[in-house]
């Protein structure tokens, strides 16, 4: 499939990709997907949703709202 010829256009490249098809295999099983393990990962979510919701409606531009957010997803995700 397309994924496998994007695999492939990678590798020659030099670039595994493969865990990105193995991801897409996994997920097209109609497996749930697991998301990464995270401190505070449901609050990386909502901040991570709602960043991303304004920017894709047109809200925000994501050069102005991601910098923050990945500060923000920074801080969360220290350890103590």
Do not use: C, H, I, W
Request: overall charge positive.
């Amino acid at each position: 499939g397309l994924a496998a010829v994007a695999v492939a256009a990678q590798r020659a490249k030099g670039v595994d990709a493969s865990a990105f098809l193995e991801a897409a295999r996994y997920s097209a099983s109609s497996r749930p997907f697991a998301p990464p393990v995270v401190p505070r990962a449901a609050e990386v979510n909502d901040l991570m949703t709602s960043v991303m919701e304004r920017v894709l409606s047109g809200r925000a531009k994501a050069a102005d709202v991601l910098p923050e957010a990945a500060r923000r997803v920074r801080e969360l995700t220290r350890e103590p």
